[in-house]
């Protein structure tokens, strides 16, 4: 049968080895090209026994064109495109002209072929083992790189797949923004990218999982971010070394800097946190000890009732949430202070929580005290993993 076929294909068609084999290419094992020449080989005996002429392979062949040749001169194109490039592994696409793939599903109605490959694929995995070889990169489903080839007029193009680092960030001193504002000479993501684009040569886009207010420090464990450099120039960078960069600005620190995978970003910026606070409560009309410590018992475990808050109702979407403070401290300091320890759902907008937000946010410290309370300083303690 495959010779019959093969015998058929070959007097129809003039067709390089590349495409004889691709016809069968879903059986035994090699290459295509190692395929069409082994049943060359063969239907040529057989044609001799008949006192048939030999059908050799053409000088161009009707299908592709001779194009699997190219594949030297496609090889020193893809080094030239990436040779300011650092990677280690790599993938190969290709671009066909529309007519080779209309001819090539032609020959495979007109022979009933049910055991063919298309050509780019073939083309693609060859071109990949000759740079591979070339090189010493490998091939990856997650690749640093992908070339883009047009494989006839031998354009070159060149992705390069984004690096994601995943760490933790203290927020040292007050007045700081999370992101650039005006007004504000650095932010938190400045400081960071500033390090992670000048290493990898690359664009650098911060993310942080939630944001504290510009008055607001973060301390302990760290807040979860992750970066994302576009485009990266250089990958193999010492984490450790852009650690102590951003370390010595003395306002923004970094701690458990690792490389993660596109999934592993998302998933770390999707999580929510519980996390735990420290707030200064001032009350002008006066607090006791027992007032403070009364409220914080109150508070532990309660589910509060949160309507987007009045300060960002024109950046966030109007609604309320329900959030559960899990646990309350109180220490007093003063007639008019004391201090509240929490740990909170992540979301719960704890100025709100204190003030009560003109009854936006129920209940409140205001509420449970029955006297105004106004958060006077607030730092985020930890951000704590489930
Ligand atoms: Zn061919």
């Not at 020193?76 to 300011?84: I, L, Q, V």
């Not at 993660?260 to 929510?272: D, M």
Request: hydrophobic residues 35%; proline residues 4%; charged residues 35%.
């Amino acid at each position: 049968m495959i010779l019959e076929t093969a015998e058929k294909a070959l007097e129809g068609h003039k067709l390089c080895n590349h495409c004889l084999g691709r016809l069968f290419a879903k059986l035994g094992k090699g290459t295509n090209e190692e395929r069409g020449r082994a049943i060359r080989f063969t239907l040529n005996m057989e044609r001799s026994i008949q006192e048939l002429p030999a059908i050799g392979e053409p000088d161009e062949c009707e299908l592709c064109h001779n194009v699997f040749e190219k594949i030297p001169k496609l090889v020193e194109a893809m080094k030239k495109a990436s040779e300011k490039i650092e990677f280690e592994t790599f993938l190969v696409g290709s671009r066909f002209p529309e007519d080779i793939k209309k001819r090539e599903k032609a020959i495979w109605e007109e022979l009933g072929i049910e055991t063919g490959e298309p050509i780019n694929r073939e083309f693609n995995r060859e071109l990949g083992k000759a740079f591979g070889k070339a090189t010493g990169k490998d091939t990856s489903n997650n690749p640093d790189v992908v070339f883009i080839v047009e494989p006839f007029s031998d354009r070159v193009e060149l992705q390069i797949n984004p690096v994601y680092v995943y760490g933790r960030y203290r927020k040292l001193m007050r007045g700081i923004p999370q992101t650039p504002l005006p007004g504000f000479e650095d932010s938190v993501a400045s400081v960071i990218c500033r390090a992670f684009s000048r290493a990898f040569e690359g664009k650098c886009v911060f993310k942080g999982v939630g944001r504290e207010d510009v008055d607001v420090r973060m301390l302990g464990n760290g807040r979860p971010f992750v970066v994302e450099i576009k485009k990266p120039r250089r990958r193999k960078i010492d984490l450790n070394e852009i650690a102590r960069e951003i370390n010595a600005s003395g306002k923004v620190g970094v701690l458990n800097l690792s490389f993660v995978s596109a999934r592993e970003a998302e998933e770390v910026l999707t999580k929510n946190h519980r996390k735990e606070y420290l707030a200064l409560v001032l009350v002008e009309e006066g607090v006791t000890s027992e007032d403070a410590e009364e409220v914080a018992r109150k508070l532990t475990d309660l589910e509060i009732h949160q309507r987007t808050p009045w300060r960002v109702r024109k950046a966030r979407a109007d609604k309320v949430r329900v959030k559960k403070v899990h646990e309350a401290e109180a220490r007093w300091i003063d007639e008019k202070h004391f201090e509240l320890r929490l740990v909170t759902d992540g979301g719960l907008y704890i100025k709100e929580l204190i003030s009560g937000d003109h009854g936006r946010t129920r209940p409140s410290v205001t509420d449970l005290l029955g006297k105004r309370a106004w958060c006077e300083r607030l730092d985020v303690l930890n951000i704590l993993d489930d």
